[in-house]
């Protein structure tokens, strides 16, 4: 059973910085790597999008216009742990963000029907 644990939340003024983690649970040992990852965010009365994705090794990312140059998605495999740095923040960020897992480690895209695995969810607000 595999399990993904994001990191708390928090609040943040616009234009500061938070970083959000997500811990993979569960997995066999070594297999993280064989995993896509992705963050997607919901805000209240809206759909779930799209954020980032990495693919097994990190060499491949992709972000959705809407933070391309300010988010950063990033991952450890020998901690099983995928990141987001979030910079220059803005209100209109704010949402619960969810980690997702898919099981084909060079499948780096945004659809959340591709992604097999997902997190509970951490908050995110960016006060104006």
């Known amino acids: 059973q595999v399990t993904l644990l994001e990191s708390r939340g928090g609040l943040v003024q616009a234009g500061g910085s938070l970083s959000v983690s997500c811990v993979a649970v569960?997995?066999?040992?070594?297999?993280?790597?064989?995993?896509?990852m992705g963050w997607f965010r919901q805000a209240p009365g809206q759909e779930r999008e799209f954020v980032a994705a990495?693919?097994?090794?990190?060499?491949?990312?992709i972000y959705a216009d809407s933070v391309k140059g300010r988010f950063a998605i990033s991952r450890d495999n020998a901690k099983n742990t995928v990141y987001l740095q979030m910079n220059s923040l803005k209100p209109e960020d704010t949402a619960d963000y969810y980690c997702?897992?898919?099981?084909?480690?060079?499948?780096?895209?945004?659809?959340?029907?591709?992604?097999?695995?997902w997190g509970q969810g951490t908050q995110v607000t960016v006060s104006p």
């Open positions: 990495i693919g097994w090794s990190g060499g491949r990312t």
């Open positions: 569960g997995m066999p040992g070594g297999t993280f790597g064989y995993y896509a």
């Open positions: 997702a897992a898919d099981y084909l480690p060079s499948n780096v895209g945004q659809s959340r029907d591709q992604y097999d695995f």
